[in-house]
DNA sequence: ATTAAAAATTAGGTATACCAAAATTAGTAA
DNA sequence: TTACTAATTTTGGTATACCTAATTTTTAAT
């Protein structure tokens, strides 16, 4: 198996599972690979013999303890990656995954861990996402969606797990970008659209961007 | 045919055909690729329908204007990145020719110029080739190799033909470094074997360590 | 001009990464 | 429990990128 179709398979994976260990379902690895499910399951069962996955024929696969500290791997030079880009070579935080999805394949620790220094091996990638360090570890939070937190409480933006150009133009447009304070209104009773209010303005958006943007309690 | 194999291809017929447009052969061509002549006849095939180059059958291959384009494109962004990672990052002339291979296929124009303005647009990267500029212009010179250079006169150290970082640190051990003066005293008349004046010291080297090193008269 | 060596091509084959269509299995709703 | 739907797997197939061994073409030396 070519080495850059194995670290898609558990990037993406990991993506999946992020908290839990759960299994994913093959449909879904399928669509965020771009692949046909049935393309998946052949990779699944190389990647099951190769050690990385433990794959469970029918219900789904979770990453190894081999497989989690690869993906772990490309996860965090994807995130040191688009970090590089947006602070020190003046990208916007819309326009830096596409590269980073290439970048994140060069393995060469050394630049790896000296992209890190330069930005004084920082916590947080410009989409709130936390950066593991180089044994895998990384920052513990009890961040919530918007989509779930509560009226009359003030929350911070954190993070986002859509990062779409256009979702992220989107928030920009409006400055809801990270770090930016906020407080939430009301919501909606019939479609459940929420109404934040910060800046000193108040605006309303849907439950499907609020699904989208990570928040936590101030 | 994928993109990095193309890539691979045109980028090196260009830097075996060099300053000439002279047919390169499928043997030089295959040993470079680290591929075998029988691959390498059937990847031309493809690379002609494709217009990238004009293979002649048993002959050999040159690229077309298109095929020189794209490969005048990869040479940049090896270049670019060559230099960025020693200028930028810390790394060792020795050091970067391996991680330049896997960076030249980041396809993105607006890193690779924000990479070079970064740098001042430099014009040669740190083995002393020129680096051509979003044209495909570059820098001519009149460097010749240290093995045709003639008794008496002084030079200038001005690249290497060879990358690898055995050659590197061997030249570095005697402080033969790019911008380094030398004079060449003198040729053993039995072996050609070349004694250079500089830095206050002699240093005996042979033709083919000379063959590789590139120098201007001063 | 002949011939031996080197280079290139052809023929036939493997492994990988993908796919569509058919068959199976799992999950769900009545 | 049944029957439908969605997810998954199987089957059979394609294209690419490689290879080895055999053959042909080119080049160089006498």
Request: a positive charge; aromatic letters at 8%.
């Amino acid at each position: 198996m070519r080495q850059e179709t194995i670290e898609n398979y558990l990037k993406t994976i990991y993506n999946l599972s992020s908290d839990n260990s759960a299994l994913v379902g093959n449909k879904a690895l399928a669509d965020k690979l771009k692949l046909k499910p049935a393309t998946v399951t052949e990779g699944l069962r190389k990647l099951h013999d190769l050690k990385y996955v433990v794959y469970e024929k029918s219900y789904g696969s979770r990453l190894t303890a081999l497989g989690a500290r690869l993906a772990l791997n490309i996860v965090r030079r994807h995130r040191i990656w688009e970090t590089y880009l947006v602070r020190e070579l003046g990208f916007g935080w819309d326009e830096v995954h596409e590269i980073a999805e290439e970048l994140e394949h060069v393995k060469n620790d050394k630049l790896t861990n000296k992209l890190a220094s330069i930005l004084g091996n920082p916590v947080y990638d410009p989409h709130g996402d936390p950066i593991p360090d180089e044994k895998g570890k990384m920052q513990k939070s009890n961040f919530i969606k918007l989509s779930e937190a509560r009226t009359k409480l003030n929350y911070k933006i954190m993070g986002v797990t859509d990062h779409s150009s256009t979702f992220l133009k989107y928030l920009e447009k409006h400055q809801l970008t990270i770090g930016t304070h906020l407080k939430l209104k009301t919501i909606e009773a019939f479609d459940h659209s929420i109404v934040l209010q910060y800046n000193k303005k108040e605006l309303t958006i849907s439950v499907k961007a609020a699904e989208l943007v990570i928040v936590e309690e101030v």
